[in-house]
């Protein structure tokens, strides 16, 4: 385990962890690459505004002052061109859109030089120069204005950080005890998953088994953002590697099939194909590896599932060379990787990252998807014992927290890499997922992100923590609905990891409350949410206090890597609410599937058995005694009611 996560979870009070210590809106990297970009623009404002003080040709000045301001060209023409530039900057907008969401550097220069090029050349063929200085004045004043609005934003954005920040620096030693007073203890008992627990357990494992082709349930809309199949396939498994870690670790069967399968379906061409586009239009270029350079929003999201499928499960599935074939269907565009490929390419681009984090899109750099990326650099240490967190986790601090993070300590939700302009988009919901995501690496900054949120959000000082929840951050990022669903399931998450249960209670209530959770035989969903928020829900619901804490950074207990095991049971027959060894035994509780008549028979699959040995059964005061094989196997019916208890252990 790194020292990184030695952070003791009763120390309150603020640390180094906390607010960023400096002075500057922004951090250095991104201080540079705001001053090239002004630099940038200067010197193509001063190249365009050259053809109008040397009264060249109204073509040549068109074509200058469309470089000066996106648009600025059509004003040759006289003030009924003022629709041109308004067209030009409508495109221009959505061509911003297209660049943030898909990496598509060409759209904003297309749109700003086509427009150019369009003024340029309407104005061929015009014998009389357009007044040397009068479109110039108007293009000048507009960018003088514009300059004008971002200095005064910058302005009142640094006296908002600054004082925002006194402001938490302040309160903040109140709202750690106050956390620290609410919080509990982690479960240290067994776990069973309940009937509802269960229910949206069935739901999940009916996308995870159907065949790897197949998608049915899942949301399909785009492929660049929130929506896009690889994070609803991430999310799923996360929840089911939740269930095993911490209520099955003995059982095997549908569970490890399941999310066998999510894994497997990443690697089709419909989930990462996306890649080839951001590659080509974002970095020009036509080597689509899909965990090369850049991409954290697979290799680190995707590379938690491999990981945490390996730590519960033993599997090499994912570990051999080449066990993970992407292909576009031509031998040329086909990339081979594993588990330890997806790690390399994680610690590669951190350590070739002057900020250390790295982006996902080409040019964009989000720092949930880093979060994602160091908690899969955690899972691997766990999974294979290894410590590369080591190498990587305090760099990764010092540039999440200055470049990604104001002054104060809100997260940026995402900064691009060619210009550093950033955006602090769903600051709410940052805060929450934040926190949530954080803690197995750095659990101080949880605390203080969280404490945040419960004063400035959630407002739990004043009572009002159930108004907020009944009408919260609304939009479900994986249907694009306004739902509220994962914010709630979030902030139920993280309130159950960090221990924080009055604020998971009243998560709890909102989401049965406001997002009508319904059961058709047996599968249990919120309607209207999204897969991917029904997958968090779920893990949410299933989370005690530092579960996740644990999958991450944790191997499961010796007893239970090498005791005896259930590997398999009908999926449609019985559901495996607990399956725990200690090494000797097996503990089991079993309840039957909406499908299974109860009291009659399942099959049963144990392994990992002493060789040739006798053993008795006792399922709910019935003994069954059973021989093993010479693998250490055997099979044996159990009748399976609505809660059945077994435990199965060497006769004496």
């Known amino acids: 385990m790194s020292s990184v ?79 041109g530039l308004a067209v030009t900057l409508a495109v221009l907008a959505v061509s911003f859109v297209l660049w943030f969401a898909t990496g598509n550097v060409i759209a904003p220069l297309a749109s700003w030089l086509g427009a150019a090029a369009l003024a340029s050349a309407l104005a061929v063929g015009r014998d009389v120069p357009a007044p040397r200085f009068g479109p110039a004045a108007v293009v000048v004043s507009i960018a003088a204005s514009i300059a004008a609005l971002t200095i005064v934003s910058r302005v009142i954005a640094k006296h908002r950080a600054t004082r925002l920040r006194l402001e938490r620096t302040a309160y903040l030693p109140d709202e750690l005890g106050a956390l620290q007073r609410r919080v509990i203890a982690p479960d240290t008992e067994l776990r069973e998953l309940d009937d509802v627990e269960l229910g949206h357990v069935r739901w999940l494992l009916g996308l995870g088994l159907q065949p790897v082709d197949k998608f049915d349930g899942f949301d399909i809309i785009e492929q660049f953002q929130p929506s896009a199949l690889r994070y609803q396939l991430n999310h799923v498994q996360y929840a089911l590697a939740q269930v095993q870690r911490h209520y099955t670790p003995s059982f095997h069967g549908y569970l490890s099939t399941a999310q066998e399968r999510l894994i497997e379906k990443l690697t089709l061409p419909k989930v990462w194909s996306y890649w080839r586009l951001e590659r080509l239009w974002g970095r020009l270029s036509t080597d689509y590896d899909p965990a090369a350079r850049e991409n954290i929003m697979l290799t680190g999201w995707s590379g938690i599932c491999l990981n945490t499928f390996r730590a519960t499960t033993g599997s090499n599935r994912f570990v051999g060379p080449e066990s993970l074939l992407f292909s576009l269907g031509n031998p040329k565009k086909s990339y081979r990787h594993d588990t330890h490929s997806f790690q390399a390419s994680l610690m590669r681009n951190f350590a070739d990252s002057p900020q250390t984090v790295f982006a996902c899109e080409p040019n964009w750099t989000y720092s949930a998807c880093n979060i994602y990326g160091l908690l899969s650099v955690a899972s691997y240490d766990a999974a294979f014992g290894t410590t590369q967190l080591d190498e990587v986790a305090q760099p990764f601090l010092r540039g999440l927290r200055a470049e990604l993070m104001n002054m104060a300590g809100t997260p940026v939700g995402f900064r691009s890499d060619y210009t550093g302009i950033g955006f602090p988009a769903g600051t709410e919901l940052m805060f929450v997922l934040a926190a949530g995501w954080v803690a197995p690496v750095f659990p101080q900054l949880a605390r203080t992100l969280w404490a945040i949120a419960c004063r400035e959000i959630f407002k739990t000082n004043d009572g009002g923590l159930a108004d907020y929840l009944a009408k919260p951050f609304m939009l479900d990022s994986g249907n694009y609905r306004s739902t509220g669903l994962p914010f709630r399931a979030m902030t139920l998450l993280t309130a159950r990891e960090l221990g924080d249960l009055e604020v998971a209670d009243a998560a709890q209530r909102a989401l049965d409350r406001f997002n009508d959770p319904i059961e058709v035989q047996g599968q249990r969903r919120f309607q209207r949410g ?40 009908p999926f449609e027959a019985a559901m495996v609410a607990q399956a725990i060894s200690d090494g000797t035994d097996l503990r089991l509780v079993l309840r039957a599937a909406p499908a299974h008549q109860p009291g009659d028979a399942v099959r049963l699959t144990l392994s990992r058995l002493r060789p ?41």
């Open 5 to 83: 996560i030695a952070d003791p979870m009763c120390e309150s009070g603020l640390d180094s962890h906390d607010l960023p210590q400096r002075s500057r809106l922004n951090g250095p990297v991104t201080r540079r690459r705001l001053r090239r970009t002004l630099m940038c623009y200067l010197s193509v404002a001063l190249l365009g505004l050259a053809p109008t003080a040397l009264g060249w040709s109204t073509t040549w000045q068109a074509a200058g002052l469309g470089l000066v301001v996106p648009g600025g060209g059509f004003l040759v023409f006289g003030w009924w061109a003022l629709a």
């Open 530 to 569: 999204s897969t991917y928020a029904n997958a968090l829900a779920t893990q949410a619901l299933l989370t005690r206090p530092g579960d996740w804490t644990s999958l991450i950074t944790t191997s499961p207990p010796a007893g239970v890597r090498t005791g005896p095991l259930l590997e398999d049971v």
């Open 612 to 652: 040739r040995s006798p053993y008795t059964a006792d399922a709910d005061g019935v003994r069954l005694e059973f021989n093993t094989d010479d693998a250490g196997r055997a099979a044996l019916p159990i009748p399976v009611r609505h809660r059945t208890t077994v435990r199965i252990a060497p006769t004496p």
